[in-house]
């Protein structure tokens, strides 16, 4: 492989902001793997944004893309995964198998997208020191006439059409919004673009506590639930971002609820495998975790803390949530999925399309 621009690229990042700005390119954020994707003659490479090599997990991408792309080509996008007319993160998360059959397996049940939103070079020419404006308008003049599995990422200058993007969007598992400057240069690693998230709160009970990985008396994270149909608590996710002096105080204020009696809390067979397989616990055995101690605290599910959360993933939260306040005027068994918002369901190819 020989290009203008070699891999390893760390790609261009986005920080946090609270509402969409004006005077901005706008996109939907895509809820996948973010990928730089290497491309000369027949070699094709999907590279992680840690650098690592992509293209084993999804060999349907490689073969697929080689007949779509230009020649030679560098481009930043998403690894996606369309399940029923909306992005599935947990179907992408599986691909990241150790087993080559079951790579290929689901390759075939639920082939991978590649959505493209940033053009590095082309052919012998390197475009990150060009402004987005030209960068954009080169990746579009590249990319036309495209089809299943790689898609050009509609784009807007309307800062009211990316309100409505954010809006009605999140229903086909789109993420938010990403706002930059047309007259940005790509800048490898750096945070210089917007990202706007859906948040959303939940009232949740709090379960069990990890303690701090260098603080044994100090809180590493809350372990939250919620309860089911059944009645049944289930492990929905965990808030873990407290300032130092706050992680004390908060192991202090919940010694009181340390339970002794353990084998009675509604997680107490979270070391046996098949309890996870009838129920979600903390603790859960995964290909994410390897050797990682997952040991944890039980408490007696007596309180009722609101956080903050963007969205669901099945029946657990997405991302770590946030932690806003406790709600001592709330019943923990009212703690219920009933509370959570469901976006409006809508069909990621009217997103693709940009209408």
Same mark, same amino acid.
């Given at each position: 492989? =020989?290009?203008?621009?070699? +891999?390893?690229?760390?790609?261009?990042?986005?920080?946090?902001?609270?509402?969409?700005?004006?005077?901005?390119?706008?996109?939907?954020?895509?809820?996948?793997?973010?990928?730089?994707?290497?491309?000369?003659?027949?070699?094709?490479?999907?590279?992680?944004?840690?650098?690592?090599?992509?293209?084993? *997990?999804?060999?349907?991408?490689?073969? #697929?893309?080689?007949?779509?792309?230009?020649?030679?080509?560098?481009?930043?996008?998403?690894?996606?995964? +369309?399940?029923?007319?909306?992005?599935?993160?947990?179907?992408?998360?599986?691909?990241?198998?150790?087993?080559?059959?079951?790579?290929?397996?689901?390759?075939?049940?639920?082939?991978?997208?590649?959505?493209?939103? =940033?053009?590095?070079?082309?052919? =012998?020419?390197?475009?990150? =020191?060009?402004?987005?404006?030209?960068?954009?308008?080169?990746?579009?003049?590249?990319?036309?006439?495209?089809?299943? !599995?790689?898609?050009?990422? !509609?784009?807007?200058?309307?800062?009211?059409?990316?309100?409505?993007?954010?809006?009605?969007?999140?229903?086909? #598992?789109?993420?938010?919004?990403?706002?930059?400057?047309?007259?940005?240069?790509?800048?490898?690693?750096?945070?210089?673009?917007?990202?706007?998230?859906?948040?959303?709160?939940?009232?949740?009970?709090?379960?069990?506590?990890?303690?701090?990985?260098?603080?044994?008396?100090?809180?590493?994270?809350?372990?939250?639930?919620?309860?089911?149909?059944?009645?049944?608590?289930? *492990?929905?996710?965990?808030?873990?971002?407290?300032?130092?002096?706050?992680?004390?105080?908060?192991?202090?204020?919940?010694?009181?609820?340390?339970?002794?009696? !353990?084998?009675?809390?509604?997680?107490?067979?979270?070391?046996?495998?098949?309890?996870?397989?009838?129920?979600?616990?903390?603790?859960? +055995?995964?290909?994410?975790?390897?050797?990682?101690?997952?040991?944890?605290?039980?408490?007696? +599910?007596?309180?009722?803390?609101?956080?903050?959360?963007?969205?669901?993933?099945?029946?657990?939260?997405?991302?770590?949530?946030?932690?806003?306040?406790?709600?001592?005027?709330?019943?923990?068994?009212?703690?219920?999925?009933?509370?959570?918002?469901? !976006?409006?369901?809508?069909?990621?190819?009217?997103?693709?399309?940009?209408?």
């Amino acid at each position: 492989m =020989d290009l203008p621009v070699m +891999p390893p690229v760390k790609p261009m990042l986005a920080k946090p902001v609270s509402r969409i700005p004006e005077g901005m390119q706008y996109e939907a954020k895509w809820d996948g793997f973010r990928c730089v994707l290497f491309r000369d003659g027949d070699e094709v490479a999907l590279g992680s944004r840690t650098g690592k090599s992509l293209s084993r *997990y999804f060999p349907e991408l490689v073969t #697929g893309l080689r007949a779509l792309l230009p020649e030679r080509c560098v481009l930043d996008g998403e690894i996606v995964v +369309p399940v029923e007319g909306r992005l599935d993160f947990e179907t992408l998360q599986a691909r990241i198998h150790p087993a080559a059959s079951r790579v290929r397996m689901l390759a075939e049940t639920t082939p991978a997208a590649f959505v493209a939103f =940033d053009l590095l070079a082309l052919g =012998d020419l390197g475009t990150m =020191d060009l402004p987005l404006s030209e960068r954009r308008q080169a990746l579009a003049n590249a990319l036309q006439g495209t089809r299943h !599995p790689l898609y050009l990422a !509609p784009v807007t200058y309307d800062a009211e059409l990316a309100a409505e993007w954010f809006a009605r969007y999140e229903g086909a #598992g789109l993420d938010g919004v990403i706002a930059k400057r047309p007259e940005l240069p790509y800048r490898p690693g750096e945070r210089v673009m917007l990202k706007i998230k859906h948040e959303r709160t939940a009232d949740c009970v709090l379960a069990g506590l990890r303690a701090h990985k260098s603080d044994a008396r100090a809180v590493g994270s809350l372990l939250l639930g919620l309860y089911n149909e059944e009645g049944t608590l289930q *492990y929905v996710g965990a808030s873990s971002s407290f300032p130092a002096a706050r992680r004390r105080a908060l192991h202090e204020e919940l010694e009181p609820l340390r339970t002794g009696h !353990p084998e009675e809390h509604p997680w107490a067979r979270w070391r046996e495998e098949e309890a996870h397989e009838e129920g979600r616990m903390p603790g859960a +055995p995964s290909r994410w975790s390897g050797k990682k101690d997952a040991s944890w605290v039980p408490l007696r +599910p007596e309180r009722v803390c609101e956080v903050a959360y963007d969205h669901m993933e099945g029946d657990r939260f997405r991302h770590t949530v946030l932690f806003r306040r406790w709600r001592p005027d709330r019943d923990p068994r009212s703690c219920t999925y009933e509370q959570l918002e469901e !976006p409006v369901r809508f069909d990621l190819a009217e997103a693709l399309g940009g209408r």
